[in-house]
């Protein structure tokens, strides 16, 4: 195979791969592989393939080769330790990405992915610096923003605040967002602010059974008990079996 055929197909195995495609990406994955062995990136992206799969054994096999091949890939190092963190070894994962590190000290990811892992950990002020790391990198980060105010929330830091409405300003048009800068509000008693996030949502059309469900903790918090019954029954039309919304409607 000519390293143009190559490239074309990496090309099309890594749009499979994007398409959640995975049979079809492995299978050209391969051809590359029985092509030429030591690829170092299509082991790599088989890696991720059987990773997505659940298949860690092979993929832990396939991303070593990728790593013995091209030790001074930082990515490879990167998620190589979201695999071991995936298989339950947080030690050796945050060793692993410590090293993409070495090799690449702007790589958001890697700081991302300690933020996730220290916070498993319960090592909450690693977890914390590498978010905001992290944060430095890409000050647009969505995800950073948010795992940072979830944990702020946690540990009932105010900082929290912050940090949602950052995500909620970076990704207005989600559902999650607001969901969650409510339910922190919710959580402080501020059922107001909570009240006017969720209300936007439904102005959106961004409804769901949990929106109408922490509209109605938000009305009852604010003594409203008539328009707290009927956002716990409108979870309960879009989910007869949402069981937190039945509990809440039953408390009143």
């Known amino acids: 195979m000519s390293k143009f055929l190559i490239r074309q197909a990496f090309a099309e195995?890594?749009?499979?791969?994007k398409?959640?495609?995975?049979?079809?990406?492995?299978?050209?994955?391969?051809?590359i592989l029985k092509a030429d062995e030591s690829e170092p990136n299509a082991h790599h992206l088989i890696a991720l393939v059987f990773m997505a799969e659940?298949?860690?054994?092979?993929?832990?096999?396939?991303?070593?080769?990728?790593?013995?091949?091209?030790?001074?890939?930082?990515?490879?190092?990167?998620?190589?330790?979201?695999?071991?963190?995936?298989?339950?070894?947080?030690?050796?994962?945050?060793?692993?990405?410590?090293?993409?590190?070495?090799?690449?000290?702007?790589?958001?990811?890697?700081?991302?992915?300690?933020?996730?892992?220290?916070?498993?950990?319960?090592?909450?002020?690693?977890?914390?610096?590498?978010?905001?790391?992290?944060?430095e990198i890409d000050k647009n980060s969505s995800a950073a923003h948010n795992n940072l105010a979830n944990l702020f929330s946690s540990l009932n830091n105010s900082e929290?605040?912050?940090h949602y409405?950052?995500?909620?300003?970076?990704?207005?048009?989600?559902?999650?967002?607001?969901?969650?800068?409510?339910?922190?509000?919710?959580?402080?008693?501020k059922f107001a602010d909570a009240k006017n996030y969720l209300n936007e949502l439904i102005e959106m059309g961004l409804t769901s059974k949990e929106v109408y469900n922490s509209l109605g903790v938000a009305h009852k918090g604010l003594e409203d008990i008539e328009m707290a019954k009927k956002m716990f029954n409108q979870a309960l039309d879009l989910d007869s079996n949402f069981d937190l919304a039945q509990k809440n409607l039953d408390s009143l």
């Open 160 to 162: 929290a605040e912050y």
């Open 13 to 17: 195995a890594m749009e499979f791969h």
């Open 19 to 31: 398409q959640n495609k995975f049979d079809e990406a492995k299978e050209i994955y391969n051809k």
């Open 165 to 189: 409405k950052k995500t909620v300003d970076l990704v207005p048009d989600e559902i999650y967002p607001r969901l969650n800068i409510s339910n922190y509000y919710i959580k402080n008693s």
């Open 54 to 135: 659940g298949n860690f054994q092979l993929a832990k096999k396939h991303i070593e080769i990728a790593i013995e091949k091209a030790p001074n890939q930082a990515v490879f190092q990167s998620n190589y330790g979201s695999l071991l963190h995936s298989m339950g070894e947080n030690q050796l994962a945050v060793n692993a990405i410590k090293k993409s590190l070495k090799i690449d000290k702007k790589l958001f990811q890697s700081y991302y992915s300690l933020g996730i892992i220290y916070t498993d950990m319960q090592e909450f002020d690693k977890a914390i610096e590498n978010y905001y790391k992290a944060i």
